[in-house]
């Protein structure tokens, strides 16, 4: 399992529709999520991504791993205050999400993943 590219409209239809809803975080996916924010000709990015794709298949139908190019999605980049990339959102089914920026390594995600997402 890969982590999976994510449009605005995607974003809006699976994540959190922040256009008809933007003052209240409410989170519309069905499990909890990291979503990932990088640019193409990122180098710390490039590293994240196969750690991120292992991520996403040692936990496959218990969280979502989505990516989000900050070139080709402005908005979304714009809307999460994303100045520097790699920037991770971690989206819990309840609550608020957390950004965490920088290339985490596989044990600080895993972490990330057992404590906020899965509250184990």
Known sequence: MKARNLTK????????????????WKFLG???????????????CKMLAPVLDEIAGEYEGK??????NV??????????????VPSL???????????????LPKKALDEAVRNVLLNE
């Open 71 to 84: 070139e080709e999605e402005e908005e979304l980049a714009a809307v999460f205050g994303i100045r520097s």
């Open 89 to 103: 959102l971690f989206v819990p089914m309840v609550g608020a999400p957390q950004m965490a920026q920088g290339a």
């Open 30 to 44: 069905t499990r909890p999520a990291i979503i990932d924010f990088y640019a193409t000709w990122c180098g710390p």
């Open 9 to 24: 409209a995607e974003f809006v239809k699976n994540v959190a529709d922040y256009e008809n809803n933007p003052t209240e």
């Open 63 to 68: 969280i979502d791993v989505y990516k989000v």
